[in-house]
T-cell receptor
Framework: DTAVSQTPKYLVTQMGNDKSIKCEQNLGHDTMYWYKQDSKKFLKIMFS???????INETVPNRFSPKSPDKAHLNLHINSLELGDSAVYFCASSQYPRPPGQGGTGELFFGEGSRLTVL | RKEVEQDPGPFNVPEGATVAFNCTYS??????FFWYRQDCRKEPKLLMSVYSSGNEDGRFTAQLNRASQYISLLIRDSKLSDSATYLCVVRAGGYQKVTFGIGTKLQVIP
């Protein structure tokens, strides 16, 4: 009964191809994220959506296009894949932070990651 | 200056040792702070939230110093199973972005 699930877990593809990664959360959270973890293990935010609306868009090439059909889903489509896109892509979700003592602090819950290898 | 800075390590410590990790953040408007743990080839998982008054969870103690913009994690009586990368995480507030440090790698040695 996975809280944040993403598919596929592994993706191997050629340069120039287009691929998508899907993410779903059943936690009832209102915010979802995509993070990229490269070979140096640094987790860098790419996008954040709140109730289907884009709220954070870091300096990501426009070959990356997120889509959120509803607040429980956030998909990532990548066009014209490049070697440098090889990484692990993590989806995460969170609830809006509450004041102390009134609920969660807005911590993130992660999916298991999607390891993308571009050849 | 990086938004969240950590010493990447690795910290190699014997079982039973006490080890401390530090983290500094640049955004004085940051409101929420966390320590996450990431095992090799796994997703990050919340270890503990960090509160202004400091908090303890078993062998783990987290401290926050807002004046110095500094967060710490203390692990007492280290176990082999504590070997992992510990990520310092800062949220600026509300829907602001959640930023991760590079992580500090801990290796507990028998």
């Amino acid at each position: 009964d996975t809280a944040v699930s993403q598919t596929p877990k592994y993706l191997v593809t050629q340069m120039g191809n287009d691929k998508s990664i899907k993410c779903e959360q059943n936690l009832g959270h209102d915010t979802m994220y995509w993070y990229k973890q490269d070979s140096k293990k640094f987790l860098k935010i790419m996008f954040s959506y709140n109730n289907k609306e884009l709220i954070i868009n870091e300096t990501v090439p426009n070959r990356f296009s997120p889509k959120s059909p509803d607040k429980a889903h956030l998909n990532l489509h990548i066009n014209s894949l490049e070697l440098g896109d090889s990484a692990v892509y993590f989806c995460a979700s969170s609830q809006y932070p509450r004041p102390p003592g009134q609920g969660g602090t807005g911590e993130l819950f992660f999916g298991e990651g999607s390891r993308l290898t571009v050849l | 200056r990086k938004e969240v800075e950590q010493d990447p390590g690795p910290f190699n410590v014997p079982e039973g040792a006490t080890v401390a990790f530090n983290c500094t953040y640049s955004n004085s408007a940051s409101q929420s702070f966390f320590w996450y743990r990431q095992d090799c080839r796994k997703e990050p998982k919340l270890l503990m939230s960090v509160y202004s008054s400091g908090n303890e969870d078993g062998r783990f103690t987290a401290q926050l110093n807002r004046a110095s913009q500094y967060i710490s994690l203390l692990i007492r009586d280290s176990k082999l199973s504590d070997s992992a990368t510990y990520l310092c995480v800062v949220r600026a507030g509300g829907y602001q972005k959640v930023t991760f440090g590079i992580g500090t790698k801990l290796q507990v040695i028998p």
